[in-house]
């Protein structure tokens, strides 16, 4: 079995705070990962992707890749109220012809 | 980013019926999509792999006589719920695979089905 690991919260935050999101995965062989943001009645949206072992950032956005503690985050800075969401860690198993597998989310909440 | 685009946004239907829901790609070409369900403060699970132009593959444990799928198009993928039961009521999702931006997965707006 497969699986994708988060922890389902809530994270709580201050306004202006990094939150710090974690996900583990079970498939070694992994090779693309991706960070998707779903707010409550709302179909995901994609935040990052991230491919090869690091760091990427994007605006207030890092995302964070370990293969080989199979283990991969999303840190926000500065967050934001309208950063208070659920955020979705999704992984492309090897051999799973670019099928995705989430994670059930951690839910997010920015406090002002 | 590309638009995917999803209808209708909700639906309410009366037991046995069968329910059509459509994905559109608007500005890309995608061979394959997906269809994703989502219960009540659960994640996202893989239902089918929509194929453009062959069969789609389905999850184990999903009915493929019961979700419909037809890819008729590269723009263009539909699930039927064909003889809805209350059981079915969930929210469905679909994606785009856009190829030529490293295989990311582009969403719907999701389609609210509630089967009364």
């Known amino acids: 079995q497969k699986e994708v690991e988060q922890n389902s919260g809530p994270l709580s935050v201050p306004e202006g705070a990094i939150a710090s999101l974690n996900c583990t995965y079970s498939?070694?062989?992994?090779?693309?990962f991706f960070w998707y943001r779903q707010y409550s009645g709302k179909s995901p949206e994609l935040i990052m992707s991230?491919?090869?072992?690091g760091d990427k950032e994007d605006g207030r956005f890092t995302a964070q890749l370990n293969k080989a503690s199979q283990y991969v985050s999303l840190l926000i800075r500065d967050s934001q109220p309208s950063d208070s969401a659920t955020y979705l860690c999704?992984?492309?198993?090897?051999?799973?012809?670019?099928?995705?597998?989430f994670g059930a989310g951690t839910r997010l909440a920015v406090h002002p | 980013g590309a638009v995917v685009s999803q209808h209708p946004s909700r639906v309410i239907c009366k037991s046995g019926t069968s329910v059509k829901i459509e994905c559109r790609s608007l500005?890309?070409?995608?061979?394959?999509m997906f269809w994703y369900r989502q219960f009540p403060k659960q994640s996202l699970m893989l239902m089918a792999t929509?194929?453009?132009?062959?069969?789609?593959?389905?999850e184990q444990g999903v009915e493929k006589d019961k979700f419909l799928i037809n890819h008729a198009s590269l723009t263009l993928s539909t699930l039927t719920v064909t003889s809805a039961h209350p059981e079915d009521s969930s929210f469905y999702i679909c994606s785009a695979l856009r190829e030529v931006a490293k295989n990311i997965q582009y969403f719907g707006a999701g389609t609210r089905l509630s089967v009364l």
């Open positions: 498939d070694r062989g992994s090779q693309s």
């Open positions: 500005d890309f070409q995608a061979t394959t």
């Open positions: 929509s194929n453009e132009g062959s069969k789609a593959t389905y």
């Open positions: 999704a992984v492309n198993p090897s051999g799973g012809y670019n099928k995705l597998i």
């Open positions: 991230i491919y090869s072992n």
